[in-house]
């Protein structure tokens, strides 16, 4: 892997009066490397993408993004990222083509190269036959794709997404993702996003960072993540299900119980030996699953909840783009 | 490391580096606002109906009584309702950056890597190419209705829309920059159009006014332009050309200054 550093954060806080949505952070991002920024809803991801692209400034701490500080040289920073908002940021008024046409000149894209360059990232994204479609005509796929197009049409060392597949449907989450690798491994882009759907991260990112109420709380590989739980999934239910995990929590091969009404999940270690040990104590047992255990798990452990349990939806941006709560 | 109360990256330090895409960002922002001019039929259209209807329902209405120094009333608020439109369309204009709010499309320019004073430059042109090709519609239908009278005229009253509008766009970019939401629109109706324009002298001569109306059309910068268009018009000027345009660019200047700052505070 390349160990030149496309970002590095250092004890980053943002704080909305009293509010700490990001509260100190550190972290690195090696260039070339596809990363994810893990977190529910209101965790500070978009709060800090936000400082990040020279957005916001920071309460305290420092980045560096592509070489520049994001608080002394926004301008310099922004010209050296792409950006792809949660939410949709091209003009409806405009054609697809034309709206990379304005975004070329918006980033300083050179005149000589610049159609050719245009038509590679329409094509990229399979949008060539409907370029000049006015967006109002797009779908929310379509549109999705090509702000993916001008976020790297002016070849950005680093691009973020903020949740770049929300409320889209699986097959064209699949192919947006399928774009966005085919990029990064064409140009070397740093890739950095941020999402709530966990298999999504465990899939395509090389590294990520847990983030919860504005601090990180695991960083590394997904599979090593997985791999430090050290176990599978058990999903029982079960009528009396706090006797019943009460009995597991006892066991020491058992960690990160955690009951919902008359669920019970579990992590057992070495659970082809252990699961039959547990189930000769345990009575009264409806049902029982068992599944290597996923990023989720490794939320839970960190958390104590699930990731998707308490969304009070609703990030930094809508926070901002309220009138009624500046 | 480093701390700040506000909320807003300050933009000096790589400034001049930027430069080099200043005119570009003037320029893509000014070509979109053309764009979406040309294809919003809607905006075109009600904004020459509007002042047609002031000419012939008002103007027919009023003037089968009234004459103005030996004018028809119609020849004689004819160059007034002209700056009525350009009033209008600009700080409509103005208005739209709600709805470039609301169609997320703000977002991607104040994100570009371009300075705001560049956004609000490129903004400006669109505006007062905006306003010019609304107003020269209504120009030549008063051409056809002889209220323009040669085509040096008309050219002149284009030449003094660009001033007038250069002016009111950028006080229409100050007012959408600084709402938040649609909900300000009937305010900014009843207390800065209507009166901008009743008492810029459009309707009436501003000669022997009562005092409390004579200092609002003093204040007005929209009377000096209702001046211009009526010099260019009909040959006579209450306060003379050079100062006519000059209180007009001293105002532009002001609110341009007044236009970027509120444009840099923008938030996202």
Not at chain 1, 254 to 281: C, F, T, Y
Not at chain 2, 203 to 219: D, K
């Amino acid at each position: 892997m390349n160990e030149k550093l496309a970002i590095s954060i250092e004890k980053l806080a943002k704080h909305f009066g009293a509010l700490h949505a990001v509260d100190g952070i550190s972290l690195t991002v090696h260039e070339g490397e596809i990363f994810a920024l893990l977190g529910p809803n209101g965790a500070g991801k978009t709060t800090t993408i936000s400082m990040l692209t020279g957005l916001l400034a920071p309460t305290s701490g420092s980045a560096n993004v592509a070489g520049f500080d994001v608080g002394r040289e926004p301008l310099r920073v922004r010209q050296q990222i792409g950006v792809v908002f949660q939410q949709p940021s091209v003009d409806d008024l405009l054609s697809g083509r034309e709206n990379l046409e304005m975004h070329a000149l918006l980033y300083n894209v050179p005149a000589k190269g610049r159609k050719e360059r245009i038509d590679e990232m329409i094509s990229l994204v399979g949008l060539t036959e409907r370029q000049h479609a006015r967006i109002k005509e797009y779908s929310g796929g379509m549109r999705k794709r090509l702000e993916i197009a001008r976020g790297i049409l002016h070849r950005p060392k680093v691009l973020f997404l903020d949740e770049p597949t929300t409320g889209l449907d699986p097959q064209t989450r699949q192919h947006i993702w399928e774009y966005i690798r085919k990029m990064s491994k064409l140009e070397g882009t740093t890739v950095v996003f941020t999402t709530h759907y966990l298999e999504e991260a465990e899939q395509f990112a090389e590294r990520v960072a847990i983030i919860d109420h504005g601090k990180i709380i695991a960083t590394g590989k997904p599979h090593e993540l997985v791999e430090e739980l050290g176990g599978d999934t058990i999903i029982l239910r079960a009528k009396k299900a706090k006797e019943v995990a009460a009995k597991i929590k006892k066991m020491a091969f058992a960690k990160s119980v955690k009951v919902d009404g008359e669920m019970i999940s579990a992590i057992i270690a070495n659970s082809h030996k252990n699961l039959p040990k547990l189930l000769r104590v345990l009575s009264g047992i409806e049902s029982i699953e068992i599944r290597p255990a996923t990023l989720n798990e490794v939320f839970i452990k960190y958390t104590g909840k699930g990731i998707r349990e308490d969304s009070a939806e609703g990030g930094f941006w809508e926070r901002m783009m309220n009138p009624n709560n500046r | 490391m480093h701390a700040r109360n506000s909320d807003l990256p300050e933009q000096p330090p790589d400034g001049n580096v930027i430069m080099m895409g200043y005119f570009d960002g003037v320029y893509a922002i000014w070509v979109r606002e053309i764009i979406v001019f040309m294809r919003e039929k809607e905006r075109v259209i009600s904004a020459v109906v509007t002042p047609l209807m002031w000419i012939f329902a008002v103007g027919g209405g009023l003037g089968a009584s009234v004459q103005i120094d030996g004018m028809s009333y119609q020849t004689f608020m004819f160059p007034g309702i002209a700056s009525m439109a350009i009033l209008f369309g600009s700080i409509f204009y103005g208005m739209y950056i709600i709805w470039d709010r609301k169609l997320d499309f703000l977002k991607e320019v104040l994100v570009a890597p371009v300075p705001r004073t560049a956004v609000f430059l490129g903004k400006m042109l669109g505006g007062v190419s905006d306003a010019l090709m609304q107003v020269t519609v209504l120009l030549l239908i008063g051409l056809a209705f002889g209220f323009v009278t040669s085509l040096p005229a008309l050219l002149l009253a284009i030449f003094f829309s660009a001033i007038i509008a250069m002016c009111m766009v950028s006080l229409g970019l100050i007012i959408g920059a600084n709402m938040k939401s649609p909900e300000g629109f009937n305010l900014v109706m009843s207390f800065v159009m209507w009166p901008m324009f009743m008492l810029s002298g459009a309707l009436f001569p501003v000669e022997n006014l009562p005092a409390y109306i004579n200092i609002i059309v003093t204040i007005n910068p929209l009377t000096y332009g209702v001046d211009l268009m009526r010099l260019a018009l009909l040959g006579t000027s209450q306060f003379g050309m050079l100062y006519d345009i000059g209180i007009l660019c001293f105002a532009t200047l002001v609110f341009a200054y007044i236009g970027s700052k509120s444009f840099e505070r923008m938030q996202i």
